[in-house]
């Protein structure tokens, strides 16, 4: 006999088709936010359980992280980069947090992040904040906090200036445009805290370091890791 909860929900699925957040094909019974083809295909990248992995060494001898990860790998043109870019350009927002929860679901697994006791997302000037209306980094780092059941700070690290994306740039441009680019507020609020660092894609790695030398700088005694949705495959897993 169905149930209140099981009529509501078909009844939901009638109106409002439930599809995958990333081929956008409608999802069967058992199927929930990715379609079976897309879960069994996700590109994932394993740094989360490789403490030594090329991400990780990517941040050696130019700032101070103790852990870094990525839950998979980015490719042009692929189905995960329209995933991506459905959360961050169009207003999918609650895909964001959906793919965090697996990001950070991959993080616990790991154990390599169990010390983690703060979460920040890397902020958005606050004009695209107002434009776009959500930092995407922030609900992804809510996603992560949903597994780890920690705070999420979003007022002690800012960015300072409306910089322009990093797309377009080459690398000596990628790094004047993210030189001093973010302030630590209240830093006695992160003293001797095991932070991790949040964002949606890690190309790069510029603006990342951006961050962790903002807060490095402010705050000595914090201990940083990074974590991202996705990591550039050409930069961190061999070009294919």
């Known amino acids: 006999m169905s149930t209140l909860s099981d009529i509501l929900r078909d009844l939901g699925s009638l109106l409002m088709p439930r599809e995958c957040i ?7 019974d058992g199927e929930r936010d990715l379609c079976t083809s897309c879960r069994y295909s996700i590109p994932l990248t394993g740094f989360a359980r490789e403490p030594d992995n090329p991400l990780f060494r990517s941040f050696w001898g130019i700032v101070p992280v103790e852990r870094a990860a990525a839950l998979f790998f980015f490719t042009r043109g692929g189905a995960w980069q329209r995933a991506v870019h459905s959360f961050k350009y169009d207003g999918r927002w609650r895909s964001a947090r959906i793919l965090g929860r697996m990001l950070g679901e991959e993080l616990d ?3 390599l992040f169990a010390s983690v006791d703060l979460i920040i997302p890397v902020p958005l000037h606050t004009r695209r904040l107002l434009l776009r209306g959500y930092n995407q980094a922030e609900y992804i780092a809510r996603g992560v906090a949903d597994v780890f059941g920690c705070e999420v700070d979003t ?21 004047d445009n993210v030189r001093e680019l973010f302030s630590v507020r209240h830093p006695g609020r992160l003293a001797g805290r095991r932070i991790l660092l949040v964002d949606d894609v890690i190309t790069s790695g510029e603006t990342m370091t951006a961050c962790v030398e903002a807060l490095a700088a402010a705050v000595p005694d914090c201990r940083v890791s990074v974590a991202a949705l996705a990591a550039s495959r050409a930069r961190y897993g061999g070009a294919q």
Not at 22 to 28: D, E, H, I, K
Not at 160 to 172: A, F, V
């Open 22 to 28: 990333v081929c956008r094909t409608p999802l069967v």
């Open 155 to 175: 007022g002690s690290l800012v960015r300072l200036r409306n910089n322009p994306s990093q797309t377009q740039l080459h690398t000596d441009q990628k790094r």
């Open 109 to 111: 697994a790991g154990e």
